[in-house]
């Protein structure tokens, strides 16, 4: 089969449509013919060399896919050759073969096609384990999202919606009419502070250091602020008083690291809660556009230069 290969750590123009060795389903595990992937910031970072797969991973990058099973491992149950499903990866969705853990597997929504199915299994399951199952986010409550316009922020705004929540989102201006329309009201975060502007009860952050403190500061009394992102850095200072006299939780979490017993719990979570939003019509994928797999480099420039609205899709 092919896929993409990083040859070194580097650029776009590091990425080569390679022939490799097909995968190998263990007795946990289907193959699926990969009929699309999609682009995620961490796949960026891993082509530069600063984000390695977890033990066990295939060397491509590629986070979720969608396509169809051709093989079943000895062990697995609920699953038959021909499915078409997409699916949550720790790598390797970048080739047109990839072998899935059981567990990460999700059926292909009414509503929703093959191909845009692939934007989807990354992002649910992000939002998911920590908009709700770490942030307990409710109806009536406000969100604040940061990044509104990205795969993550495109989401976000609309689960939280979808959920009863209020919506606010950074972005660019350029991108404020994109994630109106999903239901968030815009904050421009290079002419505004969005501090000043909102007090939420939950804020979703990719941003990292350079927010913490002033998401502290929009942070309302028992609010609960979730770093899933480090695009403004690593290491800051915290007003201690700060916390405590809100009564706030800091959180940060990652899902690729995760135990894939702890993955599994999260894809049976996204199936139950957040599949049916999808099926009544109330979150859609967000694809800002496609390319070849082989393309895969131009989709990295794309995602680089941040010229999208919610995912870019590879297709096989
Ligand atoms: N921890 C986890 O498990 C996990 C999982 C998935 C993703 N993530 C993280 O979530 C983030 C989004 O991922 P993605 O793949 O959806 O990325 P993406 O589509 O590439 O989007 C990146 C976003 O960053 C926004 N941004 C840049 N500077 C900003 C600032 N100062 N204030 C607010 N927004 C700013 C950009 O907004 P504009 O275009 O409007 O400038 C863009 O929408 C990444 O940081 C990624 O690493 C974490």
Redesign the pocket.
Known sequence: MHAVVISEPGGPEVLRWTEVDDPVAGPDEVLVDVVASAV???DLLQRQGRYDPPPGAPPYPGLECSGRITALGSSVTGWSVGDEVCALLPGGGYAERVAVHAGSLLPIPAGVSLEEAAALP?VAC?VWSNVVDVARLRAGETLLV??G?????TFAIQYATALGATVYA???AS?HEGIAALGATPID?ENADFAAEVRADVILD??GASYLARNLKALRTGGRLVI??L??GTKAEINLGQLLAKRATVAG????ARPIEDKARIVAGVRQQVWPLIEAGLIRPIVDRRFPMRDAAEAHRV?AD?G?IGKVLLTT
């Open positions: 995620n910031r961490a990354e992000t940061h990044g316009a990205s795969g993550i922020g950074t972005a660019r991108k975060y990719i941003m899933i992102g695009q403004g979490t990652t899902l690729r995602v941040s999208h």
